[in-house]
């Protein structure tokens, strides 16, 4: 059984501070993409989440 997720917000700058779905991170630059242990391949991007911790816990930032 497979399943697929997929989201799409519209159009967004590459250096924009939002959560990523896919694509590509949002890293400084010359951040290395992590490897494959077995087979040293580029691991694939899945997600980056991106939340405000002080929003979250509820104290002003």
């Known amino acids: 059984m497979a399943t697929t997720l997929m989201a799409y917000a ?18 400084p630059e010359g951040f290395g993409r992590h490897r494959c242990a077995e087979c040293s391949g580029p691991m694939r991007f899945l997600a980056q989440l991106l939340v405000d911790v002080s929003e979250a816990a509820g104290t002003p930032s």
């Open 10 to 27: 519209g159009p967004v700058d590459a250096d924009a501070s939002v959560t990523r779905i896919g694509g590509v991170p949002l890293a």
